[in-house]
């Protein structure tokens, strides 16, 4: 699959809504739509997250640098995975709830398409505009996660709590009596994941599209 060009995360890149486009977001919010179980464990991750984009945009420029494209690619995955890795065992290490129960997640940060689109888009860009296509990139992925995360907490226990992972210790309950405890569990991103999902299948059947993206 051709992914140049097909980055709907960059809210600010004009990008058009197809079938290879949104698999490929698919493929990018996947690996991380399970720590979004909270907002806290969520903000955590997003944190992680960029710190990772930023170092393997600025590793993947150098990749491309030195080698040719078939070398780029499999240097590339390496150094993601390094870069991952490294990133799993310094914060694993410091925020250990949260290591305990996210930290394959960390590794599976590599498994993301986000860093190879934008990789693939910048070949030709300097540094500065390379990151800012990853800084741009990043607020569009923030921006589901955060919404995936709101709506599986505040359906799923009816509260929404920090404490669990960090010293900063809040609570507010709306409506615990009658939460729906399935999105408190793994399955509840799937389904969150299928509703979004949903509208743009929506979107690609008015456009005559096709109907699934993956």
């Known amino acids: ?57 600025l590793v993947g420029k150098l990749v491309n640098k030195l080698l040719d494209n078939n070398n780029a690619w499999i240097a590339t995955l390496i150094a993601n995975i390094s870069i991952a890795t490294l990133l799993s065992i310094v914060f694993s290490s410091i925020l250990i709830n949260f290591g305990n129960e996210f930290n394959i997640y960390l590794y599976f940060m590599t498994l993301s398409s986000l860093p190879y689109m934008i990789n693939e888009d910048t070949k030709e860009e300097n540094v500065g505009k390379s990151l800012l296509n990853a800084l741009q990139s990043f607020l569009g992925f923030a921006l589901l996660m955060f919404i995936v995360a709101l709506l599986r907490e505040v359906l799923g226990t009816g509260m929404i709590t920090f404490g669990n992972y960090t010293n900063l210790s809040f609570s507010l309950k709306l409506f615990p009596k009658y939460a729906m405890t399935i999105f408190a569990n793994n399955f509840g991103s799937l389904v969150i994941l299928g509703i979004v999902l949903g509208v743009f299948n929506l979107t690609l059947q008015k456009r005559g599209e096709t109907k699934w993206v993956i």
Do not use: G
């Not at 197809?18 to 179980?37: H, Y």
């Open 1 to 57: 699959m051709d992914i140049k060009n097909k980055n709907l995360l960059n809210l600010f890149n004009k990008v058009k809504l197809n079938n290879e486009s949104v698999s490929l977001l698919v493929l990018a919010l996947l690996p991380a739509i399970f720590v979004t179980k909270t907002i806290e464990a969520v903000l955590i991750y997003l944190v992680i997250y960029f710190i990772y984009l930023v170092l393997s945009t």
